[in-house]
């Protein structure tokens, strides 16, 4: 199965993770086909569009998926509440997403806040590929740190980053980044998060020698390339265009993305 799909699924379970909320969904189909990086639009019941969510985590033998979030508008605020057994109109998969390598290697993964959901599905399939994989996550205090039980099983390192000092180091997450290409000469990086923390990365791994995957956090309105709403400045072929993170996206390379 490749998709997109339509699938009429229904919410199992909704818990607290930190600042965030995840919620797990039954939508078979899209479970068996859906991989890091890409997402799915959800329907809330307040709001005439979809919303889009990255996937936290896919079971194809339970046809369940899970998304990570936090509350900002009222169609979060809406799924963040729903019950059990709600049912909700999900389209996926959707987008371009991580490479996943066949063979071995030593990877590196990047998370700010919630974008760190993602990486914890990456993490999870690098791992059955039989990588190494070290993570950096930071938030800017210790409840907006994605950090759960498959970050912690899936890598060999996990360095947390915190603004105020409250959980792991003081700092930023890009701030080990240098330390750890040096130790752990890792093939690429992997990052999600704020678009300033995304530039960041991209521009070290430049710097030091080191391909990235980036994954935006632009607002994909229709989530299939109609809108042209979610746009980023990339060079392709010398020049510099603008590719929808919905389709080209939301994964790109660091090294094609325009900044300033």
Partial sequence: MTGPFVEDAQIIASDALGAYRVVTLRAPQIAASIG???????????C???????????????????????????????LAVAARGTAVSVVGPLGTGFTVPNDP???LIVGG????????????????????????LGGR????VFADELIDECCASVAIMTDDGSRGSRGIVT?????????????RIYACGPMAMLEAVGTQGEAL?????LAVEEFMACGIGVCWTCVVPARVNGEIRHLRS?????????????WA
């Fill in 113 to 136: 806040g919630y974008g760190a959901a993602a990486l914890a599905f990456l993490a999870e399939q690098l791992a059955d590929a039989g990588s190494t994989v070290h993570a950096v």
């Fill in 105 to 107: 290697g030593v990877d």
């Fill in 175 to 187: 701030d080990p980044i240098a330390k750890l290409v040096e130790r752990f000469a890792p093939r």
């Fill in 209 to 213: 020698g080191v391909p990235t995957q």
């Fill in 246 to 258: 919905c389709t080209e996206g939301p994964v790109f390379a660091g090294e094609v993305l325009v």
């Fill in 36 to 46: 890091p990086g890409r997402f799915i639009e959800i329907a809330t019941a307040p």
């Fill in 141 to 144: 205090d210790a409840e907006r």
């Fill in 48 to 78: 005439l569009l979809r919303r889009p969510f990255s996937v936290y985590r896919a079971d194809p033998a339970e046809g369940t998926v899970a998304v990570a979030f936090s509350v900002i508008g009222e169609g979060t605020a809406w």
